[in-house]
């Protein structure tokens, strides 16, 4: 039987650190979904964990975003933007870590602009729903993902990329 | 190639309902865990607000939600509940034949940190009262989940025959 949801790459942080790449993705899956579990060693607020495609630094992502911060229900939007906002994560004071999946359909393909859905869960800030927009037609081969804050991933974060195959 | 979402234990209910569905022994060799579920249970509303704990714990939970009614956007903390996690079932008092389908993933579940819960959950009625439902939780205990226990919650006794859970495990390597 063909396995059809099959682990790229993953890693646990073993130090802090601000960023990550998963480069050299292969173009073979449909899909690729994106899970985080993460933290940040600041102590205060909940940063962003920003996403890049193929490095691209350039002003071509937008988002829109659904949140709910315990008593307000919020809806946003940003363009213009040097990257995609993925999930946001805890810091250091209650101990709390917070989960991010993100799917990526047709990555591949050389036609389209990319999209990324996304849902952020920590229970001591937001839960999130997102769409982020990268405004380009090259198939995605690499993903960075950074600490928003200009601070660290907290060890121990995981961040783990999946390819899905639909045949 | 290693298999990556893998089933662990399913549960259908029967007839006569169930007063509970349990997930027990969960080894400690996936990465994450995901629990997806179609669920209808007794309380005479429309929605029903079903539970969820880990190694039959009921303490440490917290949770902030985001959800829709169809005509308003709301986020809350479920009251503060600290003895359960909270989420969506349709209730008796919901259209005959629908049941409310929700996906809960926890990441990192047999890690030495408070685990992280996210749900997904929908009510869909075919009538006035329809809730979506987007949720974080937090069970701030560092052990390794090895029971996931869902019961039927607020105002409800049992889970309604042909509600279904599937526990799946997810390697990350």
Known sequence: MPSTYTPIATTT??????????????????????????????????????????????????????????????????????????????????????????????????????????????????????????????????????????????????????????? | MPDTFIKIASVTVGAGGASSIDFTSIPSTYTDLCVKVSLRNNRSTVTGYPTLKFNSSSSSYSQRELYGTGSAAYSGTAGGATSYLQFYADGSGATSSTFASSDIYIPNYAGSTNKSVSIDSVVENNATEANSLLFAGLWSNTSAITSISLAPGDSATSFSQYSTAVLYGIKSS
């Open chain 1, 13 to 167: 942080l073993g130090s802090a650190q601000s960023t990550i790449t998963f480069s050299s993705i292969p173009s073979t899956y449909t899909d690729l979904v994106v899970v985080s579990y993460a933290q940040t060693t600041a102590s205060s607020g909940s940063p962003s964990i920003n996403m890049r495609f193929n490095g691209d630094t350039s002003a071509v992502y937008s988002m829109t975003q659904l949140y709910g911060d315990g008593s307000s229900a919020v809806s946003a939007r940003v363009t213009g933007q040097s990257f995609a906002y993925f999930a946001n994560i805890p810091n250091t004071s209650a101990s709390a870590w917070g989960s991010g999946i993100g799917s990526i359909m047709n990555y591949a393909n050389t036609t389209t602009f990319k999209t990324v859905l996304s849902r952020s869960a920590d229970a001591t800030f937001y839960t999130i729903a997102r769409v982020n927009l990268w405004r380009s037609t090259a198939a995605i081969n690499s993903v960075t993902l950074y600490e928003g804050s200009s601070g660290n991933f907290s060890t121990g974060s995981t961040f783990t990329l999946y390819g899905v195959k639909s045949a």
